[in-house]
């Protein structure tokens, strides 16, 4: 993972659909360095595959009426609830970034998965009782 001047996570650049994104401002908070949540975007649980929600860590976004869209990530410690104007100090943040990291490679593996299914998983059949 590599920490960039101006995004806090950054990878090398490549040509791939985004499925998690999350928006920070570097701030103070009685003074204590960290990141400010602007907004985020991830897929709803309903667009996940099931396998994936059955397991930790993963992430979605939920939608609220007064709140608006919430980026949420399960923990060991209970749910963290990424909420527009939310604090979070520097260490922490580095720790829930690493807990997305982990959060989308698992997706991406349950995808790949299957797509490999997909490919042998069609034709018809006829069941006779």
Not at 87 to 112: C, D, H, P, V, Y
């Amino acid at each position: 993972m590599k920490f960039g001047k101006d995004n806090i996570y950054r990878k090398k650049e490549e040509k791939r659909k985004m499925a998690i994104k999350i928006k920070l401002e570097k701030t103070f908070n009685k003074g204590v360095r960290g990141y400010t949540f602007l907004g985020g975007n991830a897929l709803e649980d309903k667009e996940l595959p099931s396998e994936y929600l059955q397991e930790r860590p993963y992430l979605y976004r939920e939608k609220v009426k007064r709140k608006g869209e919430l980026v949420l990530l399960p923990d060991p410690k209970g749910c963290v609830i990424f909420s527009p104007g939310k604090f979070f100090t520097e260490k922490r943040m580095k720790e829930l970034l690493l807990e997305i990291s982990k959060a989308g490679k698992r997706l991406q593996k349950i995808n790949g998965k299957i797509r490999e299914e997909k490919k042998t998983w069609h034709g018809q059949v006829e069941i006779i009782i």
